[in-house]
């Protein structure tokens, strides 16, 4: 299945059979997804497994919907630390920037604070600017990604058990079309 290269049998295309579509729907995707990216990952699988019998095919389909959630879970666990990187630049620069401030500024601090934090994701020349000033103060690029893994723990943990959870159902799957190619 992983060879150095790969064969003419290996670059075939195996295409679902027609008596079997009915079992592989369109996928639900998720905002951003593309149904391309998911057809290309599904005839990947179905390539390298090359289910003969209407079992392999079966087992080749959930194969392929589980390799597609692996990949949502690993890109949705990607935006979810820029989201936490994001609010981790934010409390290092609330930690500088509202410190001493006089309460009745406290809320238009707050409100700057979040604006900076934001330029600093979407804004390269922000960015660099802010790093600079953080750095400044002690906050190194470690301690923000300390302070993303702090907030994010519980999320993250949620994260690491659905791909637990789908990397092994897919060993399973795979384990089981071994068994019925045999």
Not at 28 to 38: A, S, T, V
Not at 62 to 91: C, F, G, N, P, T
Not at 154 to 169: I, M, P, R, S, Y
């Amino acid at each position: 299945m992983n060879g150095l290269f790969q064969t003419a049998r290996a670059l075939a295309i195996t295409a679902l059979p027609v008596e079997f579509e009915s079992l592989a729907p369109p996928p639900l995707l998720l905002p951003g997804e593309q149904l391309e990216h998911y057809q290309a990952l599904r005839q990947a699988v179905f390539t390298d497994l090359a289910p003969r019998s209407a079992i392999e095919w079966l087992l080749a389909i959930d194969v392929a919907e589980r390799s597609w959630d692996i990949q949502r879970y690993r890109m949705l666990r990607h935006k979810l630390l820029e989201s936490y990187r994001q609010k981790a630049v934010e409390a290092a620069l609330r930690r500088i920037d509202i410190i001493g401030i006089d309460p009745n500024f406290e809320d238009q601090a707050e409100y700057y604070t979040q604006q900076n934090a934001l330029s600093w994701r979407i804004d390269p020349v922000a960015a660099t600017e802010i790093d600079a000033r953080l750095a400044a103060y002690g906050f190194d690029q470690d301690a923000i990604t300390t302070e993303v893994y702090v907030q994010a723990r519980e999320v993250l943990a949620l994260f690491e058990g659905l791909l637990n959870a789908a990397q092994t159902k897919r060993m399973l799957l795979l384990r089981e079309i071994r068994i019925s190619a045999s």
